[in-house]
C-alpha cells in the first residue's frame, strides 16, 4: 500500500502525516508512506492541503484534518 500525506510543511500537514504514521501502525498494515512537499506534485491531486492520497486516490483535502478513526476507516477502504 502507498499512502502519500501532500503538503508543504504546515503544521497542519505535519499533524495529518502523525496521524496516518498512528493509523498505520495501529491498523498494522504495510504501507509505505511518503511526505509530499513538492507543489508541482501536489497539484496533481488538489489545490488544497494537506492532502491524504491511498493507492493513488485522493481520500481527504484541506481542513478540517480527519481524526485517528477516520484516517483509519479511509485508509481501510482500499486494504
Known sequence: ME???LGPGCPNCHMLEET???AVMELGIDAKVEKVTDMIEIMKY???TPGLVV???LKHKGKPLP???KVKSLIKEDV
Do not use: C, D, F, Y
Open 55 to 57: 493507492n493513488g486516490k
Open 3 to 5: 499512502i502519500k500525506v
Open 46 to 48: 488538489t489545490m488544497s
Open 20 to 22: 496516518v504514521q498512528k
Open 67 to 69: 481524526n485517528l478513526e
